[in-house]
């Protein structure tokens, strides 16, 4: 069965510096979002993305956020900027069209980011 | 705004006991509801779904029932297994403003449950 891959499973940051999470959806898929989970807090939506652009946003992800999909393949989040509060498990998901947001997204294991 | 609240954890039980993880709902509109769960080191996986009013999602043994008039989907399991041993997230989707929907996932806060043999 597909799935979706994100790269690194953890990374180590020092606060200010850039950060950079892959994830690779499934193939067939048009949408793609983001969310985190700060450790013993509720998972949270960042951030969804279609047809090239962010179609919704939540407050969390601000000017230091942005998402790219550079090649057809890849979708990534970067963070200008990171904070001691940035710490969290990010996860990445996908969609595909049919049914509408009736269907499940299909998520990967996660990037562990430790901001030092 | 959208919000989910499940039971308060975790829980434990032994194998074969009856499990219920309560979890209830405050969306406007008509909201689709979903069991995620994630095993040690793992995502998070579908479990089951219901997008509509009176509709039983189902897997794997376990079961929840979309109830509009209690604004509840509960998930239930009449025999655990230690192999169930996970965190259960309860989820909602609603179709946006505009009535298209990109599918913005809303999560409870996550039900830890360990079962012993």
């Known amino acids: 069965e597909p799935e979706v891959t994100q790269t690194p499973s953890h990374q180590v940051t020092q606060m200010g510096q850039e950060v950079i999470l892959r994830c690779v959806p499934i193939?067939?898929?048009?949408?793609f979002y983001w969310y985190r989970q700060i450790l013993g807090q509720k998972v949270e939506f960042l951030v969804s993305f279609y047809n090239n652009e962010i179609s919704e946003k939540s407050e969390i992800f601000d000017d230091q956020f942005s998402v790219e999909r550079p090649d057809g393949s890849n979708f990534t989040l970067k963070i200008r900027s990171t904070k001691l509060e940035d710490s969290a498990m990010y996860f990445c998901?996908?969609?595909?069209?049919?049914?509408?947001?009736?269907?499940?997204?299909?998520f990967g294991d996660g990037t562990r980011l430790s901001i030092l | 705004g959208d919000s989910v609240t499940q039971m308060e954890g975790p829980v434990t039980l032994s194998e074969e006991a009856f499990l219920t993880i309560n979890c209830t709902y405050t969306a406007t509109g008509y909201p689709s509801l979903f069991w995620y769960v994630q095993y040690p080191g793992e995502g998070l996986q579908l479990l089951l779904k219901?997008?509509?009013?009176?509709d039983k999602g189902s897997n794997k043994g376990f079961e929840a029932t979309y109830r509009k008039e209690t604004t509840s989907f509960h998930l239930e399991k009449g025999s655990v297994q230690v192999s169930d041993s996970a965190v259960y997230f309860c989820a909602l989707v609603r179709p946006n403003a505009g009535g298209t929907s990109y599918g913005k996932l809303t999560f409870g806060q996550g039900t830890i449950l360990t079962v012993h043999p």
């Open positions: 998901a996908s969609r595909g069209v049919r049914g509408g947001s009736n269907q499940p997204q299909h």
């Open positions: 219901a997008t509509k009013a009176d």
């Open positions: 193939s067939n898929h048009l949408y």
